[in-house]
């Protein structure tokens, strides 16, 4: 099914279950990944996509830009994290923030070897400290960048606001400050790391 996000929005209100199906295929991994752009457990940030998901069937025939539906589900999951962090009042503890390094970043292949796992672990820190030091605008690029097809850059500049022309160079630019800031941050020297 190849039909615009107004088509699919129409079709979806008036009960085409593909037509949902096919909403949610083509937004999932922008719902999630604008979820976990908030560092919440992986229990909350499904409560907060569950949620969204909600919110768009609440509101399938009153969405007034229903071609901007990307853009929709972005801002929508943004609230519901921010309702979500609001209602709780507690920041997510050092073992979520190590289990979400681990499962963004995969399993480790140091298996059992202590020198190998505290260079991983040396590694991802530095990493999300790098991370935090990019602007908001870079953050969330890719952060949604990471999940999305490359083939659904439309999808990321509606969610984004941004033109799908400048994606590739700001990604780019992104990238080469995350560099930096990583280089700067390190505390390996290169020739040891693997």
């Not at 071609?67 to 997510?92: F, H, M, N, P, S």
């Not at 796992?117 to 590694?123: G, I, K, R, S």
Request: with cysteine; hydrophobic share 40%.
């Amino acid at each position: 099914m190849d039909r615009s996000p107004a088509l699919l929005v129409k079709a979806a209100a008036a009960g085409d279950a593909s037509a949902w199906q096919q909403i949610v295929d083509d937004y999932s991994r922008l719902v999630w990944s604008v979820a976990r752009g908030f560092r919440l457990s992986l229990a909350d940030a499904a409560d907060v996509t569950q949620s969204t998901w909600l919110r768009l069937v609440e509101n399938l025939d009153r969405i007034q830009n229903p071609d901007q539906l990307a853009g929709w589900l972005a801002t929508t999951t943004r609230r519901e994290a921010l309702r979500l962090i609001r209602r709780t009042q507690r920041e997510v503890p050092d073992s979520e923030e190590a289990e979400a390094n681990v499962s963004f970043f995969g399993d480790s292949e140091d298996d059992g070897d202590p020198e190998a796992a505290l260079v991983a672990q040396q590694d991802s820190s530095d990493l999300w400290q790098a991370f935090a030091t990019l602007s908001e605008r870079c953050r969330n690029l890719l952060r949604v960048v990471a999940v999305t097809p490359l083939e659904s850059y439309a999808a990321v500049a509606e969610a984004l606001g941004m033109r799908v022309g400048s994606i590739g160079p700001t990604r780019s630019r992104c990238l080469q400050h995350l560099k930096r800031a990583l280089k700067a941050l390190s505390t390996v020297p290169e020739t040891t790391r693997p």
